[in-house]
C-alpha cells in the first residue's frame, strides 16, 4: 500500500490507492453472449458498454492483477470523456485521483521539471472563464488502473463475471457461435466458455488475433525508446507543494513527457535507442534525473519497451470473433486507448442489435469499415508527427540547450529561440478528438456526392458538422447543463427541427416494430438548429454511437423504414436467428 494510506485506504490529498488492481477470483460461466478476451481498460470498457445494451458478458484474463507502475494510458480526450459520462462513470473517475488535483496545471514545456519554462501552458481563468470552440468539452488525466478499478466496480454491481488468472489456448467456430477453451494459470484447469461472439482485447500480442488467424500490416520500427517510471523521495522542497503533473522535457539528455502517475511515481521517456542495445539501470536513471533537472532521489521502478512503428490488424472481424484496441491496432503512444474505446462504442450497438435478432450479422462488417479506416488514419497521422517531433529535437539540439543553472541573456535569448520554435512546431489535435467520421461505409446514408467533395481529414482542424458519418455534434439544450448528447442517451435519436411531425411518425412506427431503441428530440435552440440544419435538412438520424445515420428534409423511396434498413444492415442480409447460444447458467451470474 502506497505511503500514507495504510489503515485508511486512503492518500494524504483524498485519492484512492490505485496502485494495484486485483482481478476477480473465479471461473467464468459456461455460456455467454460475448466473452471478451482481455481485461484492460478496453476490455472492460467493452463490458460495461455492452451489458448497458443488454447483452450478457463475460471478460477473462490471464493476469492476476494489473498494476499502477506499468504506466500505460494516462491523459483521455474530450470525446473519451463523453462516453464515460454517457456510461454514468463520470463522476466516479474524476473523484479517483493518484495525486492532488492542483498538480493538474496544463502541458507544459520545459528543460526540466525545476528548470525553465520554454512554453507556458494555457489555463483557464479563475474568474474570466475561457472561451470553448467548436467541440470543446473536458478532458481527464488519470492512469489506466483508475479506469480498470471504477469498470471493475461498475462491473461487479451488474453481475457481470470477470475472472482473471485465465487464458485462451483456442477457440472453434460454428454455425452457431464460438466454444473458447481457456486454461487457469498456474492450476492448469481447462474449461470451455460457449460464447456468441469473441471480442479479443487482449493487447499488442493478442492472442486471440493469433487463433483468429488474422494478419497485421504495417512499418517496423529501427530503434526503440522506453517508457519510464521511477520513484521520488520528497521533492517538494525543490519543486512546491504542487508542481506541475504534466510536461514535455526539452534539454541535451532527456526530452518527451515527464508527467506525474501518482504522488512518488513520475513517468519518463528514455531513447530513442538501437533494437539491440538494451541500456542500463544507471544509463537509465541518468536520463530520468536530467528530466527532473536536480537529484530527486530517483529509483528504477519500471521499464517498458515501446516503438514508434504502426500495426494494424488486416480485418477487425473474422467471423464471430472481432478485436478491439492494441489486439486490433498500435501505434506511436499518445491516445490508442481512446481510439480503443472508440472501437467498443462503435461495436456495440451493432453486436446488441445482432444478438438480439434485429439486424442481420453483416451489420457487423461496417464495424471494420468504419473503424479500421479511421484508426488506420489517426495512426499514420501519429507516426509522422513522431517523426516531425523528433526532427525538430534534433534541430534544436545541433543549436544547444543552455544548462538550467545558466541565467545569462545568451542563455535566456536561446530558451526564447527554443521556445518559438516549439510553438511553431506544436500541432493542435481537435481533428484526432473529434473528426471521428466514417465516410466509406455500408449503413450510411450519405447525401448525394457528399464524400467526393468533404474536405480531407485533418489531425489539426475540427468544426461540426452534422453530415452523415460525422459525431453528431454536441452542447447544452437547456438552462440546466443538460447536453444533447445526454437526451439521447443509448438510442438511435431523431433530431426534429421543424413543426411538421409526419417524418417524425413514420420513423417511430417503424423503429417499434424493429424493438429499436428509439428516441425523439425537438431541437428548439436557434444555434443547434443552424449546425443540424446546414443544408436545408429537417431531421437527423443519430446512431446509437452519437454518429449521425441520415438527414434530410424529406423521407427518401422506401420511407423511414429504408433507412432503418440501411443503418441496421438490413439490406445487407436478413437477421440471424438463433444465434445466441442456450445458456448454460443463470443470466449475469458473477464469478466467485
Do not use: C
Amino acid at each position: 500500500m502506497a505511503e500514507g494510506q495504510k489503515g485508511t485506504g486512503l492518500s494524504p490529498t483524498g485519492g484512492r490507492d490505485v496502485h494495484t488492481v486485483r482481478f476477480p477470483v473465479g471461473a467464468p460461466p459456461a455460456s455467454v453472449d460475448v466473452l471478451v478476451v482481455g481485461a484492460g481498460p478496453v476490455g472492460l470498457a467493452a463490458a460495461v458498454e455492452l451489458t448497458a445494451r443488454g447483452v450478457e458478458v463475460a471478460v477473462v484474463d490471464r493476469a492476476r492483477t494489473a498494476t499502477l507502475v506499468r504506466a500505460g494510458a494516462m491523459g483521455h480526450t474530450a470525446r473519451v470523456v463523453e462516453h464515460f459520462r454517457r456510461w454514468g462513470l463520470l463522476r466516479r473517475i474524476r473523484d479517483a485521483w493518484t495525486y492532488p488535483p492542483e498538480w493538474n496545471q496544463g502541458l507544459r514545456w520545459v528543460t526540466s521539471l525545476a528548470g525553465h519554462e520554454l512554453v507556458p501552458a494555457a489555463r483557464p481563468s479563475f474568474t474570466g472563464g475561457t472561451a470553448r470552440g467548436a467541440g470543446a468539452g473536458e478532458a481527464l488525466r488519470r492512469p489506466q488502473t483508475v479506469l480498470q478499478r471504477v469498470f471493475l466496480e461498475h462491473l461487479e454491481e451488474q453481475r457481470v463475471s470477470v475472472a482473471g488468472s485465465w487464458e485462451l489456448v483456442a477457440l472453434r467456430e460454428d454455425a452457431d457461435g464460438v466454444e473458447a477453451e481457456i486454461v487457469g494459470v498456474g492450476s492448469g484447469e481447462r474449461r470451455t466458455v460457449r460464447a456468441g461472439y469473441v471480442l479479443g482485447t487482449d493487447g499488442a500480442r493478442s492472442t486471440t488475433r493469433r487463433l483468429a488467424g488474422i494478419g497485421r500490416t504495417g512499418a517496423y520500427a529501427t530503434e526503440k525508446r522506453l517508457r519510464l517510471i521511477v520513484r521520488t523521495g520528497d521533492i517538494s522542497g525543490r519543486v512546491g507543494a504542487a508542481p506541475n503533473a504534466t510536461n514535455i522535457v526539452v534539454n541535451a539528455t532527456a526530452s518527451g513527457f515527464l508527467a506525474a502517475v501518482s504522488t512518488r511515481e513520475w513517468r519518463v521517456y528514455a531513447g530513442p535507442y538501437p533494437l539491440e542495445h538494451e541500456p542500463t539501470d544507471r544509463e537509465l536513471l541518468g536520463v530520468a534525473g536530467a528530466a527532473f533537472g536536480f537529484d530527486a532521489g530517483l529509483e528504477l521502478v519500471s521499464a517498458t519497451t515501446f516503438h514508434h512503428a504502426t500495426r494494424v490488424a488486416e480485418t477487425f472481424r473474422r467471423g464471430r470473433v472481432l478485436l478491439a484496441g492494441d489486439a486490433a491496432h498500435v501505434r506511436t503512444p499518445g491516445g490508442n486507448l481512446g481510439e480503443g474505446i472508440g472501437d467498443v462504442v462503435n461495436l456495440g450497438w451493432k453486436l446488441a442489435a445482432v444478438i438480439a435478432g434485429d439486424a442481420p450479422p453483416a451489420l457487423l462488417d461496417s464495424y471494420d469499415q468504419e473503424r479500421r479506416t479511421h484508426d488506420q488514419r489517426v495512426a499514420d497521422h501519429a507516426l509522422e508527427e513522431s517523426l516531425r517531433r523528433e526532427a525538430t529535437l534534433a534541430e534544436i539540439r545541433r543549436g544547444g540547450v543552455p544548462d538550467d543553472a545558466d541565467t545569462g541573456p545568451e542563455a535566456a535569448r536561446r530558451r526564447a529561440e527554443i521556445g518559438e520554435r516549439l510553438r511553431r512546431d506544436r500541432s493542435e489535435g481537435a481533428g484526432v478528438t473529434f473528426d471521428e467520421r466514417y465516410d466509406s461505409s455500408d449503413v450510411l446514408w450519405y447525401e448525394p456526392g457528399q464524400r467526393e467533395s468533404e474536405p480531407p481529414w485533418r489531425a489539426d482542424v475540427y468544426e461540426d458538422d452534422a453530415r452523415p458519418g460525422h459525431r453528431a455534434p454536441d452542447g447544452p439544450v437547456d438552462p440546466y447543463g443538460g447536453t444533447l448528447h445526454d437526451r439521447m442517451g443509448d438510442a438511435f435519436a431523431l433530431l426534429v427541427l421543424v413543426e411538421d411531425r409526419s417524418v417524425e411518425h413514420a420513423f417511430a412506427a417503424e423503429a417499434v416494430g424493429r424493438s429499436l431503441p428509439f428516441t425523439v428530440v425537438h431541437l428548439t435552440d436557434p444555434a443547434a438548429r443552424a449546425v443540424y440544419g446546414a443544408g436545408g435538412a429537417t431531421h437527423v438520424l443519430v446512431r446509437p454511437d452519437q454518429h449521425v445515420a441520415w438527414r434530410g428534409a424529406t423521407l427518401p423511396p422506401g420511407g423511414a423504414g429504408a433507412v432503418l434498413d440501411r443503418v441496421t444492415g438490413r439490406h445487407l442480409g436478413p437477421p440471424a436467428t438463433g444465434a445466441v447460444p442456450a445458456r448454460a447458467v443463470p443470466a449475469g451470474a458473477a464469478s466467485a
